[in-house]
């Protein structure tokens, strides 16, 4: 170890994102010692990578910011409704300089290994510089979606041009001029960027598995006006946010979709379809449960792109048919019009399948298409593939990757902690409600539930915690329960890791809402705890 370097904290948190920013702040204004490793070179995690063009944030700007506190809430000022890519990436920058947190974030160090040294409760952790520190907490800040799924295509590697994946994109603009492009893959990240490269290129070939049911994001900039009264229902907004079940500050409809008539529903679609944003699948209280209101907004979606595709057959393979708001609902900006451009064809996959790629582009079974750039638009292995690469191991030497090997269940009690791994928390964890929400809301609520928790720990003179197996049990069959109650469960989806192959469907997302789990945390911090076992690492030892 380097001289004059501290090697052992209070807690170590692995990531520089939303999360881990704001949990480094926590804990060093409770006084912790804190170490931050980020891989990449700067802060800002899944805005840091994702630099694709198009790149945009679905939630409204002015919701999609922390709002721990009011002041740095009013001294930023966003300028579109929807932000783009390189302004959440100020906005990240701003807040790690506004909070001096940078000194203590170990950048372009990625975490390989970490040990639960069981004989001394305390985390030992590995960096792929070949360092070890010590901490006594593990806190996990490495986001839902950060590991990028390349599709294992036969003979990528003998490509002659390049190929990219939105969200490892390189930090030089790619020049799509005079270029043949494929795309492959149409979920957010493909329908953002396809009408952008669509400009750029000299031809654009989509290569589309499974058509999405996408809205307009109808984004504008920000009017002085509408940013004054933000910042002045700061209190109202944030209060909102937290009681909401997605994290939105909206209200949310109380009628069925088929309580209303025919002509009612489509005014209140054309509203939302006007309006922008993600709000279709809340205009009706039983979207995402009953089949048959689901079929509507799908209906009414399939007619959009039916109006806006002027090639009968191209809009006849764009058209949706698994049940809307199943897979991520996706926003864009002018997506389905770019397929009335005289440079872009779509191929549909699941009909022409991909064989492999040769040198020169892509074969699918009926023909070779010669390209010069190719994007993986294909996703990641959501939720738990970027705590898998961490190499966690804990108690009697178990790893994460076999306790969660049947990989339908990543079992944890409410998505913070799991049984097996003392003194391990997950911001953002599987089986928690965040990554269906509005991200910086259920950010906020972990990291400090956590910080509260650390605290709580310290005042007690407590270093130990682990989740109770059965209450992670109970936590764990809950949350598939009312996922199953609803149409979530019936679809393929990154939600249920059906994107991934090999691996097994389950469900690790909690459904009851953000604000519901909030006070589920809530009460069971306020029991002391409850569910987990709280020890001294010097009384543990004894045992
Ligand atoms: P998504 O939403 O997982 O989309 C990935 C897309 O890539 C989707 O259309 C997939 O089709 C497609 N895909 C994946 N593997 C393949 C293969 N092997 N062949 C063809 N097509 C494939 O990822 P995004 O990056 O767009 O968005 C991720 C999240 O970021 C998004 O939900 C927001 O929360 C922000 P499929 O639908 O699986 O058939």
Redesign the pocket.
């Known amino acids: 170890t380097d001289e004059g370097v501290s090697t052992t904290f209070d807690a170590v948190v692995v990531g520089a994102g939303f999360s881990g920013l704001y949990m480094l702040h926590r804990l060093r204004e409770a006084g912790f010692t804190v170490q931050v490793y980020e891989a990449g070179e700067g802060v800002g995690g899944v805005w840091y990578w994702n630099r694709y063009p198009g790149a945009r944030c679905?939630s409204e700007s002015i919701y999609y910011n922390y709002m721990f506190s009011e002041e740095l809430y009013r001294e930023w000022t966003w300028s579109s409704r929807f932000p783009e890519q390189p302004e959440i990436l100020s906005y990240l920058n701003f807040v790690a300089d506004r909070f001096d947190l940078r000194r203590d974030i170990r950048f372009q160090t990625r975490v390989v290994s970490a040990c639960f040294d069981e004989e001394n409760s305390r985390w030992q952790i590995g960096t792929d510089d070949g360092a070890t520190v010590s901490a006594t907490y593990l806190i996990t800040a490495v986001g839902c979606?950060s590991t990028a799924?390349v599709?294992t295509f036969k003979g990528l590697e003998r490509f002659q041009g390049r190929w990219y994946h939105?969200?490892n994109w390189p930090h030089e603009k790619v020049d799509f001029r005079g270029k043949r492009v494929g795309v492959?893959?149409?979920?957010?990240?493909?329908i953002q960027s396809i009408p952008v490269i669509a400009e750029e290129a000299s031809h654009l070939t989509v290569?589309?598995?499974?058509p999405?049911y996408s809205a307009p994001a109808q984004n504008h900039l920000l009017e002085e006006e509408d940013i004054r009264e933000a910042k002045e229902r700061f209190h109202e907004t944030k209060q909102k946010m937290r009681e909401s079940p997605t994290g939105f500050p909206r209200e949310r409809s109380d009628r069925s979709a088929l309580e209303v008539t025919e002509e009612e529903r489509r005014r209140v679609y054309e509203a939302a379809w006007e309006k922008g944003g993600l709000i279709l699948s809340s205009t009706f209280k039983d979207l995402t449960i009953s089949a048959e209101a689901n079929e509507t907004v799908c209906e009414f979606i399939r007619g959009k792109i039916k109006e806006t595709v002027r090639d009968v057959k191209v809009a006849e393979m764009l058209l949706p048919s698994y049940y809307f708001a199943t897979?991520?609902p996706v926003l864009d900006t002018h997506y389905f019009e770019t397929y009335n451009r005289d440079n872009v064809s779509l191929v549909d996959?699941r009909k022409e399948p991909?064989v492999e790629i040769t040198p020169k582009g892509i074969r699918t079974a009926e023909t070779e298409f010669e390209l010069d750039i190719l994007v993986f638009?294909?996703?990641?292995e959501a939720m738990t593939g970027s705590l898998l690469k961490l190499n966690i191991s804990g108690r009697g030497g178990v790893t994460l990757r076999e306790k969660w090997e049947d990989g339908a269940r990543p079992k944890t009690y409410l998505g913070l902690a799991t049984a097996g791994f003392p003194n391990l928390f997950m911001i953002t964890g599987p089986e928690s409600p965040s990554v269906l929400s509005n991200m910086p809301v259920s950010i906020e609520q972990h990291v400090e539930w956590i910080g509260d928790c650390i605290e709580y720990l310290r005042e007690h003179g407590l270093d130990r915690i682990e989740a109770k197996e059965e209450a992670e049990e109970a936590w764990s069959r809950h949350c598939w329960e009312v996922a199953d109650s609803t149409l979530f469960t019936k679809a393929?989806s990154?939600y249920t890791g059906a994107?991934i192959h090999d691996k097994p469907v389950g469900f690790p997302i909690y459904l009851g809402g953000v604000g519901h789990y909030r006070n589920i945390c809530t009460e069971i911090a306020e029991k002391g705890y409850e569910g987990f076992a709280l020890q001294s690492a010097a009384k543990s030892s004894q045992a």
């Open positions: 679905d979606l799924n599709p939105t969200g492959v893959g149409t979920g957010s990240s493909g290569f589309q598995r499974t999405q897979k991520r996959v991909i638009a294909t996703g990641y393929q990154w994107n």
